[in-house]
């Protein structure tokens, strides 16, 4: 069995070697993961407000607060579209939460975000419920 093994190439020895093999696949993952983040860190935050009948509401302001230490600090605001929706940009955090809030409507309860690196694109997957009029 040994000698069947020294009878190969040494290229193929080194290749085949289990530390060659677990070294490549991390190096793999990591660059992949690289990758993944390089095209999605444009710091962009998008999603929908709706009333509590599930109608978008235009005109809400929604406010980005960004983890600062110890407290939640208000960053920017963005204004909803006629279809509810809302796009905010320039995010460098990963710690983020998201409220909205139009006079006469109601409020949305800040939720948090939580992000898995700094600046990484999200698209909410629920739209933020105005209630309480």
Known sequence: ?????MSRPLWHRLLA???TVVLVSIALVIAIWNLYV???DHGV??????????????SATVTLWVLNFTT????THAITDADGGFV??????HNIQIGAEKP?????????????????DVSL??????TGG
């Open 17 to 19: 070697n289990r530390f």
């Open 104 to 120: 006469g409507v109601g409020r949305a309860p800040r939720i948090p975000v939580r992000l898995y690196f700094k600046g990484q």
């Open 38 to 40: 390089s095209l999605h």
């Open 1 to 5: 069995m040994i000698d069947a093994e």
């Open 88 to 93: 905010i940009r320039g995010n460098d955090s």
């Open 72 to 75: 939640y600090v208000e960053k």
């Open 45 to 58: 935050v998008e999603g929908r407000v709706v009333d509590s009948d599930g109608r978008p509401v235009d």
């Open 125 to 130: 997957a629920a739209p933020l419920v105005l």
